[in-house]
DNA sequence: ATGAAAGCGCTAACAG
DNA sequence: CTGTTAGCGCTTTCAT
């Protein structure tokens, strides 16, 4: 309970404060029974130095924010899981936001709330415009956006590419022989090109048109929100509006979670009248029942990628590059949902190439 | 961007540091003209206060760790979430520290190695023995702990009464006329009496024995760690070591899940052959294919008292009160996977009440 | 190899 | 009502 301050330690051992500020530091030029002497006494009196003294002479702090909607949704609690565990190899510790994905939560983020406190900012994004991050009063720290990419190159980015991969989902269903294949998530309101939900529609249309197949708005159902319980509220409104749709491909498996519960209420068999698949890999879909099919990205790469983007712009040695847009890999996972209880042996049917993080990782 | 100092500030407004400082932390003495012109030039230069430095001069944070042993466990990232939103409304940030349920790594974070950069810590241990906590490098922050708890009062505790929960939940089975009922995720190697897993396996004896059904070792899976894959394989290990339980109560609802996959890999019908019931009620479970009957503690009401209770303790105005412990409130949730399609309706069949946090200590 | 002193940006006395 | 000053505990020149 007792604050032991290096002035204390040094009045103690009979040396200067510098001198047990060295020993704390592991600086070379301390002579050996120096050294000991002090950290005998460091030992002793269990010092343990002030961060907030060593943050605000060093300007910076080692600590990174995570801003992100919502950790109730899975896939955000697993990438976190793995934002922490790749800070943690740069010695550098996280702090969540959770934005709730409102604009002003978001902003009031961006607009370095938390100053000097952080050093760094990972953020996924949901209702901010480029101009937000360029607005006098934006961040004066280092950025990186995850999934939606918005201001052209503005900073660093980390994303799957979201057309491909709902190619891939789409194309799986089409190989499947699936002709009338819906879409779980369209989001309408959102205008915005970079837009996850708008990304992962074109990936659809762009499989169904190479595949010969019409694009059926009839057989697109918005979300309000990336979530379980409208998942299966849009699959039961598609049902109920008297579409016959023989797979559904959802934006996340999230959605796909609740449209699974849905058709097992209405007592439809998955995959045998309908085929189901996400994207997203979180582990619940990997025992929901049937098994969900699902596009894996590689969310400890993105993590890491992330993190190590930010830490070198932390390093003030390293020269500062331009902003950096970095795709992450991802591979389709074809499980029961698509393939039936046959199949349930795991089968990676694709991968995309990731761009490899930059150079150099921290001790 | 560009530092700016309150000096900065002072000097283009033509006044003191001071008299910045006031404004800006609205002060009551600064006459109105005053506190306009210097708000001007505060929004002009776009000042934003260095937080690093405030709490050098404040010695306190504003940031309190949560340690937990895993964000990839729906329970504990859900738990985080609350555990934020609760925090942010006593205007305090949470950091997150993943302690893989590792001894050492609890240790670490209750030696106080973010020392000065937290104001206070909750923790959700695993390994953690009670002289870890009194030992002389132990933390001299306030200590709020989850779930598990040690060293008869030492530090605030807050937890559901883990034998009440699970004793409901094995009463459940009972009252549903199921006579071999196992449990999943016993945990026989940790001795120690206050472990979630030794508290469970209490509740289940003690309701089996008022029921006058036999404790029958043979019905007891165990687990090394509470997640879907180890649900899974203990219910695999102990169908294949032919017990034939008519029921199952997991410790958790992620072992439940597990286990609901396998029975489902098994063709074994739940809850016709088999019910199956967990603890934790995580989202996950009230869209699982059958939905997952639970007993559900009061997450949001655990991570408000918690914070409320770390919060209490920061604050230097509140005397410093005994060690406190409560009990938060849960409810039976009874679902599909053991009263079946038919009552597919959510029955909340009992409650029990939560100690607010007075004063006063429970046992 | 070690010590003395300055100062990171802020707020809390204490003056005026 | 506003200005001056003294640190919070640490690292870092600059001396020695």
Same mark, same amino acid.
């Given at each position: 309970?007792?604050?032991?301050?290096?002035?204390?330690?040094?009045?103690?051992?009979?040396?200067?404060?510098?001198?047990?500020?060295?020993?704390?530091?592991?600086?070379?030029?301390?002579?050996?029974?120096?050294?000991?002497? !002090? *950290?005998?006494?460091?030992?002793?009196?269990?010092?343990?130095?002030?961060?907030?003294?060593?943050? &605000?002479?060093?300007?910076?702090? @080692? $600590?990174?924010?995570?801003? &992100?909607?919502?950790?109730?949704?899975?896939?955000?609690?697993?990438?976190?899981?793995?934002?922490?565990?790749? /800070?943690?190899?740069?010695?550098?510790?996280?702090?969540?936001?959770?934005?709730?994905?409102?604009?002003?939560?978001?902003?009031?983020? $961006?607009? @370095?709330?938390?100053?000097?406190?952080?050093?760094?900012?990972?953020?996924?994004?949901?209702?901010?415009?480029?101009?937000?991050?360029?607005?006098?009063? /934006? !961040?004066?720290?280092?950025? $990186?956006?995850?999934?939606?990419?918005?201001?052209?190159?503005?900073?660093?980015? $980390?994303?799957?590419?979201?057309?491909?991969?709902?190619?891939?989902?789409?194309?799986?269903?089409?190989?499947?022989?699936?002709?009338?294949?819906?879409?779980?998530?369209?989001?309408?309101?959102?205008?915005?090109?970079?837009?996850?939900?708008?990304?992962?529609? *074109?990936?659809?249309?762009?499989?169904?048109?190479?595949?010969?197949?019409?694009?059926?708005?009839?057989?697109?159902?918005?979300?309000?929100?990336?979530?379980?319980?409208?998942?299966?509220?849009?699959?039961?409104?598609?049902?109920?509006?008297?579409?016959?749709?023989?797979?559904?491909?959802?934006?996340?498996?999230?959605?796909?979670?609740?449209?699974?519960?849905?058709?097992?209420?209405?007592?439809?068999?998955?995959?045998?009248?309908?085929?189901?698949?996400?994207?997203?890999?979180?582990?619940?879909?990997?025992?929901?029942?049937?098994? &969900?099919?699902?596009?894996?990205?590689?969310?400890?790469?993105?993590?890491?990628?992330?993190?190590?983007?930010?830490?070198?712009? &932390?390093?003030?040695?390293?020269? *500062?590059?331009?902003?950096?847009?970095?795709?992450?890999?991802?591979?389709?996972?074809?499980?029961?949902?698509?393939?039936?209880?046959? /199949?349930?042996?795991?089968?990676? !049917?694709?991968?995309?190439?990731?761009?490899?993080?930059?150079?150099?990782?921290?001790?």
């Amino acid at each position: 309970m007792v604050r032991v301050r290096l002035q204390d330690v040094a009045a103690r051992a009979g040396v200067s404060v510098k001198t047990v500020s060295n020993v704390v530091n592991g600086y070379r030029h301390v002579a050996p029974d120096t050294r000991a002497r !002090v *950290q005998l006494v460091l030992d002793e009196m269990g010092y343990r130095p002030n961060l907030a003294a060593r943050n &605000l002479r060093a300007g910076r702090t @080692g $600590v990174i924010a995570l801003a &992100l909607p919502d950790l109730d949704n899975p896939y955000f609690a697993e990438l976190t899981g793995s934002v922490v565990r790749a /800070a943690e190899k740069h010695g550098l510790t996280v702090l969540v936001d959770q934005t709730e994905g409102l604009r002003d939560r978001e902003l009031e983020v $961006v607009e @370095g709330f938390r100053n000097h406190l952080i050093d760094g900012l990972v953020m996924s994004p949901m209702a901010l415009r480029a101009k937000d991050l360029t607005g006098r009063a /934006a !961040v004066d720290i280092p950025v $990186v956006l995850l999934g939606e990419k918005f201001g052209a190159g503005a900073v660093d980015h $980390v994303a799957i590419d979201n057309v491909a991969a709902a190619e891939a989902a789409t194309a799986h269903l089409v190989a499947l022989g699936r002709t009338r294949i819906a879409v779980v998530g369209d989001q309408p309101g959102s205008r915005r090109r970079s837009g996850v939900a708008h990304l992962r529609r *074109q990936g659809w249309e762009r499989a169904l048109t190479a595949a010969g197949l019409d694009v059926d708005e009839r057989l697109v159902a918005p979300v309000p929100a990336f979530d379980r319980q409208h998942g299966a509220a849009a699959v039961a409104a598609l049902l109920d509006d008297g579409a016959r749709p023989d797979a559904l491909f959802c934006f996340n498996d999230t959605l796909a979670i609740g449209a699974l519960r849905l058709l097992a209420d209405r007592g439809i068999d998955v995959p045998g009248d309908v085929a189901v698949i996400g994207i997203d890999d979180v582990a619940e879909g990997r025992f929901a029942v049937p098994t &969900l099919s699902t596009v894996a990205p590689d969310k400890a790469g993105i993590a890491r990628t992330a993190v190590a983007m930010l830490a070198e712009r &932390l390093d003030p040695a390293s020269e *500062q590059r331009p902003p950096r847009d970095v795709r992450a890999g991802f591979e389709l996972v074809a499980r029961e949902s698509t393939l039936g209880r046959s /199949a349930s042996a795991v089968s990676a !049917v694709r991968a995309a190439a990731a761009v490899p993080p930059p150079r150099g990782t921290a001790r």
